[in-house]
Structures are given as structure tokens and as C-alpha cells.
């Protein structure tokens, strides 16, 4: 830029490999300009300012050939602001000015190796080193925020931040901010002593982010590692979280699987507590440790005490995998929350978990009501044995459209004979469970139901109308009427035969089975089907059968015993029509001659009518 460019925003870009630099301020009048957060790397000099009174933050400066931050203009270099820019590994010098005719140029908590004319506030050369290349939460007026620190207002990370030994990363103190990551990392330096005694209702506070009860708070781009718990969100009874969002992290390592001092490991991936409309999308949550066989112990990616009814939660988008316990697990009263869109996978198999009840997402709660369950891939739940797909403890929550398979227990289970009940299910594929895909406790978890789910084994539970589940897993055959015809033998005598064809619309062949027909509710005929091919039909007809009164209701049955086990799960089997006789008119013609009056001229009719009584 030249020619008295000023009071331009310069940021969020990449530039390198450019010769003469890469971003270059070349006029002595480029003034009063904002260079933030830009990447600069293998140019001539990365960040060139002929001008004065320009801000240089958040902007990170690698591997150029001369200088990383140059202020090199005797007659207009003067009094930029250099904040939180990390500025290594720069060829002559990682920032430079000319020196005394450079006046005013100052700033802080910048991180390089070598100056030229410059010291950060209070000190000589820059803040940090580049071997220690620490990062910070800084916000728009240059504050930074590190580790152990109490966060007031939205700030942005500029780098990686490491903390020391038993420090928490970034403490929520304000409502309304936003904490972005930046695409940087907050690794934590934990032992299991640091993560003693916190409980289901108290999540620890050496936690990479720590909210104690405000609200409107956005935790967003940013991976946590290496604490006791990546996450903790703490309201109370009095004091609720409200709306919170954590979206875009990636949240893992976090916990421990040994126990430490006589307490367990309550720690989590995210751990929250008497929150209300939390909302955590688009995240990959995985490897997080914890121990411990009680209901509110450690080692879920994501962990809800709800504490209160009505929360209004909304789970989406995330990936969930290779949590010691579960990939979602909530107790306590969660109700009216979304779990929609996530894919779950290969949790529960942590060393420290001794709780016969693990996997994907689970309700553990009797009182997990009016949530919603649903578009979530939930898959390959092992767990030593224990692994659920889903599994709900409470009543009146709808599970639809979920894929769910390769668990060792239940696929989907409700399974609490004082809480499971009332659910409904809907278009569920549920495949290759070990011991049941669909399974309730039977009597006592009354009201369970559903239709048009895929699976093949169930323990007390039916969809709508059939045996089982709709439809089965995998391909199978499906035998169906593609075609019924009746005709008629004698109209007077009201004799008729029925035709039908019985088509395999299935994948596989379709084993040796029986057609019945029905006529007004009682079994009349039946028709040997031999085995058919995928796509082969078999066609055949039947009768003559008698009309009673004026019409019949006839119903035909493909597979009447049920011998092919169908896609379909008989749903597509039957087929039932009402067949009419038309009734004789009134009067009868019934006898008719003609008699030549002049031959082969002129000619009378004659015929005899005859009223006609119907039946």
C-alpha cells in the first residue's frame, strides 16, 4: 500500500512466499491502518510499516528472509502499536526499527528471539520467547488473558496456550462473552491428584474452560487437552447456566483412568451442570478418562446433571468416539432436549469404568422426558460386554430415525421398570446387536411404540400392527400381491375365480410358502407358492367361488404361515377388495320371435316380458 493510505482493516489472511514482503505499508502516510491476525511466512520481510500510528496484534510472522516486523522509515515510522504477535524464526531480525528517528513504536506481550530498536513494555526485546511461543486470549483493547486468568470480556486466542501444572486454562468470569479459539490449542498439565473429589454436580475447576454460573457465554474453534475435564459448566438451583454454546471444538485426553487419594475420576470431555438451552454443535469429542461404576461417575464425552426439568438442550452435529463410559450420558431430570445429527462410536471401554450401563447415548435418568432422539449414527459400542446404542430410562421421548448397530447389549433399550415408558419410536434402523436390537422390560414399561423401524430381533416390543419391527436388516426376500383379478364364471349363477400374482420384489430368493384367501372373514382356498428368485412372480387361479348376496369381501394373503422371513415383515403381504355382482334389472325379456308379414319385405316382433325377483 502507498499513497496515503490510512484508517484501512487489514486481516485474517495468508500471505506467502512474496519477494518484496508480505504485507507491505510502503508510504511514510500509511496511517491510522489495523493489521490483525494475519498468517506471514517466506517473503522478503513479512509485515513492512513506512507509516505511523498503525495497530499490529494477533498476527503471527514465521520464516521470512530479512526481517519478520520492520518500522524502517526515518520520516514516518513513528508510534505503531505492536500487541500479542508471535514473530520467530525471522532472518536478520524478528522485529527492527531504525532506532531513535523511530520513535513511539511500543507495545506488549509480543513473543520473538531477536529486536532491533524495540523492547516490549517492561521489559528488553519481546515478552515470550519463541521457545516458548505462549499464546493468550486477547481481547479487542490488547488485553490478554493466560492461563489461570479470568476472562471479562471476548477475546481471541493468538496462539497456542500451555499451562503449568495444576492450573485451570481460561475462567469464565463475565456473561455475554465470546472465547475464540482461533483454530489454537489449551493443553493442560495434569496428575489425577489435581481431580480429586469433584462430584456429578460439582465439575472440576482445573478444567481447560471453567463457567461458574454465567450466562451467554460462546466457547468457539478451540481444542482443549490435558486437563481434568476439557469443559465444566457449573449452575445451581439458584444460579442456572443459561445459553451456552460451545461449537467448532475439539475437546480430548481430558481425565484420568486411575483414581487418586480414594476418589474416583469425575471427569469429562464437557461436564454440565443445571444448565438450560446448552448448546454444543459441530464438535469432535473423543479419549476422554474417567472411573468409577455409579451413575454420576467419570469418562463421558459429554455429560448433562440437568438438575431441573425443561432444558431445552440441543446436541448436533458432533462426533462422539472412544469416551471411556459414554458418548453421551445424562442424568437428573434432562427433558426437552435434541440429540439429532451426531455420530457416535466406540465408546466404553475405558479401564477405570465398572458400570454395566456404557455406549452411545444414554438417558440414564427415570426422569429423562420429552427429548428427542434422532438422524444420530450410533455404532460399534463393544464395552467389555456392556455396550448400549441408545439407551432410555425415562418416558415420553421420541427415538426416529437413528442408525444403530455393532452394540453387545441392546441397540435401543428402554429397560427401567419405573421410568421407560411411553416412548415412541419411528423409522429406526437397528442392525447386528448382540443380544436384542429393540428392547423394553416388558409389562412394566408399558405404552413403548412404533413403526416402519428395520431390525431383526426384539425383547417385548412390536411395532404397530405386526411382529417385531416392520421391516428386517439386510437383504431379504419380499413377497408381494403385484396383481388380483376375479372373473366371472356364470353371472345367473354368481360363480366367479380369482386371480393373483405374487411377486418377489425382495433381494434374495424367497423360500417355498402359502397364499390363503378369504372371502367375508372365513378362510376358502389356499395356493402353494414354490421358491422364487429375486424379481420372479408366480401366477395362479382360484375357484370357482359363489357370490353371497350381492358382493364379497375378499382378502388375499401372501406367506398366510409366515414361513419367509421379508423385508417387509408382512407389512405389504395382503391385499383386500369388495367384489360386486351387478344385479339383474327388473324386467326380462324372455322370449323373442319374428314372423314375416310380406317375405322379404315387411316383418312383426314378438316377446314376452317377465318381472324379475332378486335373491
Same mark, same amino acid.
Given at each position: 500500500?502507498?499513497?496515503?493510505?490510512?484508517?484501512?482493516?487489514?486481516?485474517?489472511?495468508?500471505?506467502?512466499?512474496?519477494?518484496?514482503?508480505?504485507?507491505?505499508?510502503?508510504?511514510?502516510?500509511?496511517?491510522?491502518?489495523?493489521?490483525?491476525?494475519?498468517?506471514?511466512?517466506?517473503?522478503?520481510?513479512?509485515?513492512?510499516?513506512?507509516?505511523?500510528?498503525?495497530?499490529?496484534? @494477533?498476527?503471527?510472522?514465521?520464516?521470512?528472509?530479512?526481517?519478520?516486523?520492520?518500522?524502517?522509515?526515518?520520516?514516518?515510522?513513528?508510534?505503531?502499536?505492536?500487541?500479542? *504477535?508471535?514473530?520467530?524464526?525471522?532472518?536478520?531480525?524478528?522485529?527492527?526499527?531504525?532506532?531513535?528517528? &523511530?520513535?513511539?513504536?511500543?507495545?506488549?506481550?509480543?513473543?520473538?528471539?531477536?529486536? $532491533?530498536?524495540? #523492547?516490549?513494555?517492561?521489559?528488553?526485546?519481546?515478552?515470550?520467547?519463541?521457545?516458548?511461543?505462549?499464546?493468550?486470549?486477547?481481547? #479487542?483493547?490488547?488485553?490478554?488473558?493466560?492461563?489461570?486468568?479470568?476472562?471479562?470480556?471476548? &477475546?481471541? $486466542?493468538?496462539?497456542?496456550?500451555?499451562?503449568?501444572?495444576?492450573?485451570?486454562?481460561?475462567?469464565?468470569?463475565?456473561?455475554?462473552?465470546?472465547?475464540?479459539?482461533?483454530?489454537?490449542?489449551?493443553?493442560?498439565?495434569?496428575?489425577?491428584?489435581? &481431580?480429586?473429589?469433584?462430584?456429578?454436580?460439582?465439575?472440576? +475447576?482445573?478444567?481447560?474452560?471453567?463457567?461458574?454460573?454465567?450466562? *451467554?457465554?460462546?466457547?468457539?474453534?478451540?481444542?482443549?487437552?490435558?486437563?481434568?475435564?476439557?469443559?465444566?459448566?457449573?449452575?445451581?438451583?439458584?444460579?442456572?447456566?443459561?445459553?451456552?454454546?460451545?461449537? +467448532?471444538?475439539?475437546?480430548?485426553?481430558?481425565?484420568?483412568?486411575?483414581?487418586?487419594?480414594?476418589?474416583?475420576?469425575? =471427569?469429562?470431555?464437557?461436564?454440565?451442570?443445571?444448565?438450560?438451552?446448552? /448448546?454444543?454443535?459441530?464438535?469432535?469429542?473423543?479419549?476422554?478418562? %474417567?472411573?468409577?461404576?455409579?451413575?454420576?461417575?467419570?469418562?463421558?464425552?459429554?455429560?448433562?446433571?440437568?438438575?431441573?426439568?425443561?432444558?431445552?438442550?440441543?446436541?448436533?452435529?458432533?462426533?462422539?468416539?472412544?469416551?471411556?463410559?459414554?458418548?453421551?450420558?445424562?442424568?437428573?431430570?434432562?427433558?426437552?432436549?435434541?440429540? +439429532?445429527?451426531?455420530?457416535?462410536?466406540?465408546?466404553?471401554?475405558?479401564?477405570?469404568?465398572?458400570?454395566?450401563?456404557?455406549?452411545?447415548?444414554? $438417558?440414564?435418568?427415570?426422569?429423562?422426558?420429552? *427429548?428427542?432422539?434422532?438422524?444420530?449414527?450410533?455404532?460399534? @459400542?463393544?464395552?467389555?460386554?456392556?455396550?448400549?446404542?441408545?439407551?432410555?430410562?425415562?418416558?415420553?421421548?421420541?427415538?426416529?430415525?437413528?442408525?444403530?448397530?455393532?452394540?453387545?447389549?441392546?441397540?435401543?433399550?428402554?429397560?427401567?421398570?419405573?421410568?421407560?415408558?411411553?416412548?415412541?419410536?419411528?423409522?429406526? =434402523?437397528?442392525?447386528?446387536?448382540?443380544?436384542?436390537?429393540?428392547?423394553?422390560? %416388558?409389562?412394566?414399561?408399558?405404552?413403548?411404540?412404533?413403526?416402519?423401524?428395520?431390525?431383526? =430381533?426384539?425383547?417385548?416390543?412390536?411395532?404397530?400392527?405386526?411382529?417385531?419391527?416392520?421391516?428386517?436388516?439386510?437383504?431379504?426376500?419380499?413377497?408381494?400381491?403385484?396383481?388380483?383379478? /376375479?372373473?366371472?364364471?356364470?353371472?345367473?349363477?354368481?360363480?366367479?375365480?380369482?386371480?393373483?400374482?405374487?411377486?418377489?420384489?425382495?433381494?434374495?430368493?424367497?423360500?417355498?410358502?402359502?397364499?390363503?384367501?378369504?372371502?367375508?372373514?372365513?378362510?376358502?382356498?389356499?395356493?402353494?407358492?414354490?421358491?422364487?428368485?429375486?424379481?420372479?412372480?408366480?401366477?395362479?387361479?382360484?375357484?370357482?367361488?359363489?357370490?353371497?348376496?350381492?358382493?364379497?369381501?375378499?382378502?388375499?394373503?401372501?406367506?398366510?404361515?409366515?414361513?419367509?422371513?421379508?423385508?417387509?415383515?408382512?407389512?405389504?403381504?395382503?391385499?383386500?377388495?369388495?367384489?360386486?355382482?351387478?344385479?339383474?334389472?327388473?324386467?326380462?325379456?324372455? /322370449?323373442?320371435?319374428?314372423?314375416?308379414?310380406?317375405?322379404?319385405?315387411?316383418?312383426?316382433?314378438?316377446?314376452?316380458?317377465?318381472?324379475?325377483?332378486?335373491?
Amino acid at each position: 500500500m502507498k499513497k496515503q493510505c490510512m484508517y484501512n482493516t487489514i486481516s485474517n489472511n495468508t500471505a506467502t512466499k512474496n519477494t518484496q514482503g508480505g504485507i507491505v505499508l510502503r508510504c511514510m502516510a500509511s496511517n491510522y491502518n489495523a493489521i490483525e491476525g494475519n498468517n506471514v511466512s517466506e517473503s522478503g520481510s513479512g509485515i513492512n510499516i513506512g507509516g505511523r500510528n498503525n495497530t499490529i496484534r @494477533h498476527n503471527t510472522v514465521l520464516n521470512n528472509l530479512y526481517y519478520g516486523i520492520k518500522m524502517g522509515r526515518s520520516d514516518g515510522s513513528y508510534n505503531n502499536t505492536l500487541y500479542e *504477535n508471535t514473530v520467530c524464526e525471522n532472518g536478520v531480525a524478528d522485529i527492527k526499527t531504525c532506532g531513535p528517528e &523511530c520513535y513511539g513504536n511500543h507495545g506488549c506481550n509480543n513473543t520473538c528471539n531477536t529486536t $532491533l530498536d524495540y #523492547d516490549d513494555c517492561d521489559t528488553t526485546g519481546c515478552t515470550f520467547d519463541c521457545s516458548q511461543k505462549q499464546g493468550a486470549c486477547v481481547t #479487542d483493547d490488547g488485553t490478554a488473558f493466560f492461563c489461570g486468568d479470568t476472562v471479562t470480556e471476548s &477475546c481471541i $486466542l493468538n496462539g497456542n496456550m500451555t499451562c503449568p501444572n495444576g492450573s485451570a486454562g481460561l475462567i469464565i468470569g463475565a456473561d455475554n462473552i465470546v472465547i475464540d479459539g482461533n483454530g489454537y490449542r489449551i493443553t493442560g498439565n495434569m496428575t489425577n491428584a489435581n &481431580c480429586m473429589w469433584c462430584t456429578e454436580a460439582k465439575p472440576c +475447576t482445573i478444567s481447560g474452560i471453567y463457567n461458574e454460573g454465567y450466562d *451467554n457465554v460462546v466457547v468457539k474453534n478451540l481444542e482443549i487437552e490435558g486437563f481434568c475435564t476439557g469443559i465444566g459448566l457449573k449452575g445451581t438451583g439458584q444460579n442456572k447456566v443459561l445459553n451456552n454454546t460451545i461449537d +467448532t471444538c475439539k475437546i480430548h485426553d481430558n481425565g484420568f483412568n486411575t483414581i487418586s487419594g480414594g476418589s474416583d475420576m469425575v =471427569t469429562h470431555g464437557v461436564h454440565a451442570c443445571f444448565v438450560k438451552r446448552l /448448546e454444543i454443535t459441530e464438535s469432535d469429542i473423543y479419549n476422554n478418562e %474417567g472411573t468409577g461404576g455409579a451413575c454420576g461417575d467419570g469418562g463421558n464425552g459429554i455429560f448433562i446433571y440437568a438438575g431441573i426439568p425443561e432444558n431445552y438442550c440441543d446436541i448436533k452435529n458432533n462426533k462422539l468416539h472412544n469416551n471411556a463410559k459414554a458418548g453421551f450420558w445424562t442424568k437428573m431430570r434432562l427433558s426437552k432436549s435434541n440429540i +439429532t445429527h451426531n455420530e457416535i462410536w466406540g465408546n466404553g471401554n475405558g479401564t477405570g469404568i465398572s458400570d454395566d450401563v456404557r455406549g452411545g447415548v444414554v $438417558l440414564r435418568c427415570r426422569m429423562s422426558n420429552e *427429548n428427542l432422539i434422532a438422524y444420530n449414527d450410533v455404532h460399534d @459400542h463393544a464395552s467389555e460386554g456392556y455396550g448400549y446404542g441408545i439407551y432410555v430410562g425415562g418416558s415420553n421421548n421420541t427415538i426416529k430415525r437413528n442408525t444403530v448397530n455393532g452394540s453387545t447389549m441392546h441397540g435401543i433399550s428402554m429397560a427401567r421398570s419405573d421410568g421407560s415408558c411411553d416412548n415412541k419410536l419411528y423409522e429406526n =434402523t437397528v442392525c447386528k446387536n448382540n443380544l436384542y436390537d429393540i428392547s423394553t422390560c %416388558g409389562l412394566e414399561c408399558h405404552g413403548n411404540t412404533g413403526d416402519n423401524n428395520t431390525c431383526n =430381533t426384539t425383547s417385548n416390543y412390536d411395532d404397530e400392527g405386526t411382529t417385531g419391527c416392520r421391516y428386517c436388516c439386510g437383504p431379504a426376500p419380499d413377497l408381494t400381491i403385484i396383481e388380483k383379478l /376375479e372373473e366371472w364364471v356364470n353371472l345367473t349363477e354368481k360363480t366367479y375365480n380369482i386371480t393373483c400374482t405374487i411377486k418377489n420384489t425382495g433381494t434374495t430368493e424367497a423360500g417355498a410358502s402359502t397364499t390363503s384367501i378369504e372371502i367375508d372373514g372365513t378362510a376358502v382356498a389356499t395356493d402353494p407358492v414354490p421358491q422364487l428368485a429375486a424379481g420372479e412372480s408366480h401366477t395362479s387361479t382360484l375357484g370357482p367361488f359363489t357370490i353371497s348376496g350381492n358382493s364379497d369381501t375378499i382378502k388375499i394373503c401372501a406367506d398366510r404361515n409366515n414361513d419367509v422371513l421379508e423385508k417387509g415383515r408382512e407389512y405389504n403381504n395382503c391385499l383386500e377388495n369388495i367384489f360386486i355382482h351387478p344385479q339383474m334389472p327388473e324386467l326380462v325379456i324372455t /322370449e323373442k320371435s319374428e314372423t314375416w308379414v310380406v317375405e322379404g319385405s315387411t316383418y312383426s316382433i314378438t316377446y314376452t316380458i317377465k318381472k324379475h325377483r332378486h335373491n
